[in-house]
């Protein structure tokens, strides 16, 4: 079935960039995305990708697709003690396009 | 503000009560989505909705029941029957069409003793 998979844990120094890796599975969704969520809140959107595209920038923010081996990344440059929080890799399923499917989070620390 | 409000941010049962979770949105979009979320988990799909009076359980939906009366409103009830229900639960809405962002409420959190 349709799985996204991230790593649990990213510790970075602050003023450094910070790399969150995720896979998926699904070769038929038509975008991915990237949620923030900070302590006892909801999710919020930071940017999402169309999947016939390599690579998109917004500010702080890049994301690389890798069609081919089903791989997404999102970098996070000069990163900032308020960018702790954890981070969800998601996918449109390919069989209900509305419906998203989400990994289990990479909780993100920056140290001072 | 266009958004999503769900009410209370904290909830508090006894076993064996039946608990209602309201979420609201005036986006005007007509998906609407409820997750559970449990530490290390990720979020889990209970039930989502893509027209008025019309829903579909997800991957989790026994011992939940939902309503979808009005285009705004998505309340979900937590019964007696859903053996854990103590955990985070998330609602979402999309407008239905590419690329189909969600756009999350900020979450009510069930304790159930």
């Known amino acids: 079935g349709e799985d996204v998979e991230q790593s649990l844990f990213l510790s970075v120094r602050e003023g450094d960039s910070s790399v969150i890796n995720c896979t998926y599975t699904d070769s038929s969704s038509t975008y991915l995305y990237w949620y923030k969520q900070e302590p006892g809140a909801g999710l919020q959107l930071l940017t999402y990708i169309f999947s016939n595209m390599d690579m998109k920038q917004d500010q702080r923010l890049t994301v690389l697709l890798n069609k081919k081996d089903k791989h997404l990344s999102l970098r996070i440059a000069d990163t900032q003690t308020g960018d702790s929080a954890i981070y969800f890799c998601a996918e449109s399923s390919g069989g209900s396009q509305g419906n998203l499917i989400f990994g289990k989070g990479t909780k993100l620390s920056v140290k001072p | 503000d266009g958004g999503i409000t769900q009410s209370p941010k904290y909830l508090f049962r006894k076993e064996g009560q039946n608990v209602t979770l309201s979420c609201e949105q005036n986006?005007?979009?007509?998906?609407m989505y409820w997750y559970r979320q449990d530490p290390g988990q990720g979020l889990r799909l209970i039930y989502y909705?893509?027209?008025?009076?019309?829903?579909q359980k997800g991957d989790i939906a026994e011992g939940y029941s939902v309503s979808r009366e009005k285009k705004e409103s998505f309340p979900l009830t937590v019964t007696s029957a859903q053996k854990n229900p103590t955990a985070f639960y998330l609602c979402?809405?999309?407008?239905?069409?590419?690329?189909?962002?969600?756009?999350f409420g900020p979450g009510t959190r069930l304790t159930v003793t």
């Open positions: 986006l005007n979009h007509d998906a």
């Open positions: 909705s893509q027209i008025v009076n019309d829903f």
């Open positions: 979402a809405s999309t407008v239905g069409t590419g690329p189909y962002e969600q756009y």
